[in-house]
């Protein structure tokens, strides 16, 4: 093969220059619309003030649930208060924590005097568990009343015997034939089921509240059922520590 002349080779670099360019020379033709810029996150294109999108509506989206899930979180405590207040961490008796540490593998009776802690530590505890009922014996009641049928009352009645549940302060009801079938129905039923997950507090032991009821199927049923946590000391409110 005869040699190449400079003519020639000349030729060839150029043909092969452009072979090697990128197919898209839109860049070239428009020399005014600047290269797109991507967003280092998603990978989504961004506007022209550097602002993505797609992770600006992720975002947004992700706030709002998370706001949902708060709120549905707040409602089920009771108020904002319980929310921010009533946590573990919070919490300053860690031997106490300590003793419940199986909850929510377990069920709790805890009581003492006023002031001694029972409605945070029950309240932090039932917060592990992801959906739980804290309830007063008179919102139990109340709720129960508004039952639209037998139906709807039993359904509910059925949540509450198989639901995470604080019953906080029980004892100080007013003593009804309803107040005392209805919390039967509940403790019974969660014995039966041996379901774990119960929390209560009250201002009574075991024997105080048998004589309250003036009956001794509840307490017996929730002695064979739950670990006592007796809160002592003196009422932490008084004492200005909150
Ligand atoms: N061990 C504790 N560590 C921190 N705060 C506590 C503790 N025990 C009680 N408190 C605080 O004292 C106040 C009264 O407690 P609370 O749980 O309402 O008592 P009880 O239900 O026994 O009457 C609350 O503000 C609570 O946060
Ligand atoms: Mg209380
Ligand atoms: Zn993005």
Known sequence: MDKLTEEQIKKYRE????????????????????????????????????????????????????????STLVKKLGGLMAYEKYTEEAFLNKKILNDCKDFPNSNLFIYGTVGTGKTHLGTAL???CKNFYRLKPM????????????TEEQDFINRLCETPLLIDDLGT????????????????????????????????????LSIRFQNKNICSRLEQMCECVKLVGQDFRLKGAV
């Open 15 to 70: 043909i092969v220059s452009k072979e090697d360019k990128p197919k898209n020379t839109f860049k070239k033709a428009n020399p005014k619309i600047k290269e797109p810029k991507w967003c280092d996150e998603c990978g989504y294109s961004v506007d022209l003030s550097g602002k993505c999108r797609n992770c600006e509506e992720t975002k947004e989206l992700e706030a709002k649930n998370a706001d949902k899930r708060k």
């Open 126 to 128: 039932i917060r592990r």
């Open 139 to 150: 919102q139990i009641f109340r709720a129960i009343r508004k039952a639209n049928n037998a």
């Open 173 to 208: 009801e007013k003593l009804t034939e309803f107040a005392f079938q209805t919390i039967y129905e509940i403790i019974d039923g969660r014995y039966e089921r041996k379901g774990k997950g119960l929390i209560i507090t009250s201002n009574y032991g075991f024997n105080g």
